[in-house]
T-cell receptor, first 114, second 111 residues
Framework: GAGVSQSPSNKVTEKGKDVELRCDPI?????LYWYRQSLGQGLEFLIYFQGNSAPDKSGLPSDRFSAERTGGSVSTLTIQRTQQEDSAVYLC????????????FGPGTRLLVL | DQQVKQNSPSLSVQEGRISILNCDYTNSMFDYFLWYKKYPAEGPTFLISISSIKDKNEDGRFTVFLNKSAKHLSLHIVPSQPGDSAVYFCAASAYGYALNFGKGTSLLVTP
């Protein structure tokens, strides 16, 4: 079956602009996660959704970052007024439920802020 | 604060030999551990996992060992193959949602 998909695969933007990153989870997966990987770093947790609600937003680096999920499926991560330090690979993952469930990752969106 | 640490950035092993990748963690609340494999320009691919009630889990050529008292886990690949060359990430979670990742170990398996 189809895996997690993300779009766009690459995004170059100018400092100060807003960007939207999209994630389509595996069909039927109720849990969805956003991570980012900056150069030379491990993956950093940003936010997770159980259904359409986000019980844990503690990983969002600043109030410029927000995310939503609609219909228990597609999620959008929005970064407002982008800064150069936002440059990273943004990865989305989904799992059937939370708990002892394997998270399956998409290919990521490579964001470069000039 | 890095709660999951992979202290070896890289490892080179000959084909057919054993590869051992190590991971240490600091949070005693972690109860689920996973290894992911990542190729360039791709997302991480799940490899193998272990819960804290076990000390070993095996899947084909891959075995993960967990030593809770030492807060240490390791991934053994036997025998190593050139196609195993990738970056390996150790990850851990508490209460089953957000994964905490190490920085990865780049494995190179040479023919």
């Amino acid at each position: 079956g189809a895996g997690v998909s993300q779009s766009p695969s690459n995004k170059v933007t100018e400092k100060g602009k807003d960007v939207e990153l999209r994630c389509d989870p595996i069909s039927g997966h109720t849990a969805l996660y956003w991570y980012r990987q900056s150069l030379g770093q491990g993956l950093e947790f940003l936010i997770y959704f159980q259904g359409n609600s986000a019980p844990d937003k503690s990983g969002l680096p600043s109030d410029r970052f927000s995310a939503e999920r609609t219909g228990g499926s597609v999620s959008t991560l929005t970064i407002q007024r982008t800064q150069q330090e936002d440059s990273a690979v943004y990865l989305c993952a989904s799992s059937p439920e939370t708990g002892f469930e394997t998270q399956y990752f998409g290919p990521g969106t490579r964001l470069l802020v000039l | 604060d890095q709660q999951v640490k992979q202290n070896s950035p890289s490892l080179s092993v000959q084909e057919g030999r054993i590869s051992i990748l190590n991971c240490d963690y600091t949070n005693s609340m972690f109860d689920y551990f996973l290894w992911y494999k990542k190729y360039p320009a791709e997302g991480p691919t799940f490899l193998i996992s272990i819960s804290s009630i076990k000390d070993k889990n095996e899947d084909g050529r891959f075995t993960v060992f967990l030593n809770k008292s030492a807060k240490h886990l390791s991934l053994h690949i036997v025998p190593s193959q050139p196609g195993d060359s990738a970056v390996y990430f150790c990850a851990a979670s508490a209460y089953g949602y957000a994964l905490n990742f190490g920085k990865g170990t780049s494995l190179l398996v040479t023919p």
